[in-house]
């Protein structure tokens, strides 16, 4: 028996039983339905993150710690002192070779070294060496010895390398380096004779006079069957080809320095053997800083240095660091105390602290570690915290302060965020 229908249903079928869809309208009641549902579901979950932190009392939690990170304090100056040492400038005696000096190619205020290019003399470059002394004998190939370790380092210094320095003899590879040497001097003829020896070791670092150093010559002559003797005048340089003549170079006492003062001039002699030819500058020697009071030791990265006068010499764990500029002042201040010091000179300074200017001090208990980021802080961005990640350059236990980068002074945030449940991540 078939049940009837009500009037509604009647009329929304038709007579021969098919069925008819819904109104539009129907559909889009229920999506709005789902909608309004769907935000009130969000709005529950927002309300909960934002007041969480008001009820973590009640969570079993401890009351938010709220707390504004401020500048690490530098601590005050103290003054301090240094003890300078000047070092005397050094004399570089005169070789006295004959001759005329027709070129120079240093000066005051110029830096000499092993390897520099001085002077001419007869057109001949002669350069600065520097080792346990001048050489004394002529060099070829089959010698050995601590010269020939002296002149393999030389012609490396000179560019006429690359040659090995852990070896003593003369061999094919100096002989190759010293015929290029003699021909960039010029001296391109056949090798036939050495020049006079220069003088001695004793001689030069000795003050020797004018007329034992001048008078000490002594010629060598390499035999060929076609090239004729060339005659040597006395302290010439006429050695070339695999043959090493000492008087292409000049004896430096210093490994490295700057000239105050030469007493080399275009169209005249040398200066007499043992004579100054040049005078190197005053050099800083040892330097110690000391203090009237001890220098803190800080929970925060800072920079300091000493001034003195105008000049900030900056200290690395209780040690001043010297380079060439600031070298030049304290040589300058120390000079002001004892303008021919004898002994270590104490100069007055100030150490400064200085606060780096990207960093700021928070509580230690305020840093937590996140998932994201190695370190994180709860800052508080209108009425919630959001995680801001920090890089901790410092931390001590003791003072209960970090500090770190990342944030600006004035920044509020949790200072309890593990105790009071708000550790947002990063």
């Given at each position: 028996?078939?049940?009837?229908?009500?009037?509604?249903?009647?009329?929304?079928?038709?007579?021969?039983g098919t069925r008819v869809p819904?109104?539009?309208?129907?559909?889009?009641?229920?999506?709005?339905?789902?909608?309004?549902?769907?935000?009130?579901?969000?709005?529950?979950?927002?309300?909960?993150?934002?007041?969480?932190?008001?009820?973590?009392?009640?969570?079993?939690?401890?009351?938010?710690?709220?707390?504004?990170?401020?500048?690490?304090?530098?601590?005050?100056?103290?003054?301090?002192?240094?003890?300078?040492?000047?070092?005397?400038?050094?004399?570089?005696?005169?070789?006295?070779?004959?001759?005329?000096?027709?070129?120079?190619?240093?000066?005051?205020?110029?830096?000499?070294?092993?390897?520099?290019?001085?002077?001419?003399?007869?057109?001949?470059?002669r350069y600065g060496y520097h080792?346990?002394?001048?050489?004394?004998?002529?060099?070829?190939?089959?010698?050995?010895?601590?010269?020939?370790?002296?002149?393999?380092?030389?012609?490396?210094?000179?560019?006429?390398?690359?040659?090995?320095?852990?070896?003593?003899?003369?061999?094919?590879?100096?002989?190759?380096?010293?015929?290029?040497?003699?021909?960039?001097?010029?001296?391109?003829?056949?090798?036939?004779?050495?020049?006079?020896?220069?003088?001695?070791?004793?001689?030069?670092?000795?003050?020797?006079?004018?007329?034992?150093?001048?008078?000490?010559?002594?010629?060598?002559?390499?035999?060929?069957?076609?090239?004729?003797?060339?005659?040597?005048?006395?302290?010439?340089?006429?050695?070339?080809?695999?043959?090493?003549?000492?008087?292409?170079?000049?004896?430096?006492?210093?490994?490295?320095?700057?000239?105050?003062?030469?007493?080399?001039?275009?169209?005249?002699?040398?200066?007499?053997?043992?004579?100054?030819?040049?005078?190197?500058?005053?050099?800083?020697?040892?330097?110690?800083?000391?203090?009237?009071?001890?220098?803190?030791?800080?929970?925060?990265?800072?920079?300091?240095?000493?001034?003195?006068?105008?000049?900030?010499?900056?200290?690395?764990?209780?040690?001043?660091?010297?380079?060439?500029?600031?070298?030049?002042?304290?040589?300058?201040?120390?000079?002001?105390?004892?303008?021919?010091?004898?002994?270590?000179?104490?100069?007055?300074?100030?150490?400064?602290?200085?606060?780096?200017?990207?960093?700021?001090?928070?509580?230690?208990?305020?840093?937590?570690?996140?998932?994201?980021?190695?370190?994180?802080?709860?800052?508080?961005?209108?009425?919630?915290?959001?995680?801001?990640?920090?890089?901790?350059?410092?931390?001590?236990?003791?003072?209960?302060?970090?500090?770190?980068?990342?944030?600006?002074?004035?920044?509020?945030?949790?200072?309890?965020?593990?105790?009071?449940?708000?550790?947002?991540?990063?």
């Amino acid at each position: 028996m078939r049940r009837s229908r009500g009037p509604r249903q009647a009329a929304s079928e038709p007579k021969d039983g098919t069925r008819v869809p819904a109104p539009r309208g129907t559909w889009i009641g229920g999506t709005a339905v789902i909608v309004v549902v769907a935000l009130q579901i969000a709005g529950l979950f927002w309300f909960w993150r934002t007041e969480r932190p008001r009820t973590a009392a009640a969570e079993g939690h401890a009351d938010v710690i709220e707390v504004a990170v401020g500048r690490p304090s530098a601590p005050a100056d103290i003054k301090g002192k240094l003890s300078v040492e000047v070092i005397p400038g050094r004399v570089t005696p005169s070789p006295g070779y004959d001759g005329t000096v027709t070129s120079v190619y240093v000066s005051r205020g110029s830096a000499v070294s092993s390897g520099t290019r001085l002077f001419a003399l007869n057109g001949i470059d002669r350069y600065g060496y520097h080792g346990d002394r001048p050489f004394y004998r002529v060099l070829r190939e089959g010698d050995s010895g601590d010269d020939v370790v002296a002149l393999r380092r030389l012609l490396n210094d000179v560019g006429m390398g690359p040659v090995s320095e852990r070896r003593s003899t003369f061999d094919y590879m100096v002989a190759a380096a010293v015929t290029k040497w003699s021909k960039a001097l010029g001296l391109s003829r056949p090798p036939v004779t050495t020049a006079a020896l220069a003088p001695t070791p004793a001689q030069v670092m000795n003050n020797g006079s004018p007329s034992s150093t001048r008078s000490a010559t002594a010629t060598t002559t390499q035999t060929a069957a076609t090239a004729p003797a060339v005659p040597t005048a006395p302290g010439s340089v006429t050695s070339i080809g695999a043959v090493f003549d000492p008087q292409w170079t000049v004896w430096l006492p210093s490994a490295s320095a700057s000239i105050a003062k030469s007493d080399v001039r275009v169209g005249i002699a040398l200066p007499a053997a043992g004579t100054p030819m040049y005078t190197s500058a005053r050099s800083l020697g040892r330097v110690t800083l000391s203090s009237e009071a001890a220098i803190p030791r800080l929970d925060v990265p800072v920079r300091r240095s000493l001034q003195v006068g105008d000049t900030d010499v900056p200290i690395v764990d209780d040690r001043v660091q010297v380079g060439p500029t600031n070298a030049r002042a304290l040589i300058a201040a120390a000079l002001a105390v004892d303008p021919e010091p004898t002994k270590p000179v104490v100069v007055d300074g100030v150490i400064k602290s200085h606060v780096r200017t990207d960093s700021v001090s928070v509580p230690v208990t305020a840093v937590y570690d996140s998932p994201r980021a190695d370190s994180c802080v709860a800052v508080k961005n209108g009425g919630r915290y959001v995680g801001r990640a920090v890089t901790v350059v410092a931390s001590n236990a003791a003072s209960g302060q970090a500090t770190v980068e990342g944030l600006s002074a004035g920044t509020i945030l949790v200072a309890n965020p593990s105790d009071s449940g708000n550790e947002p991540a990063c």
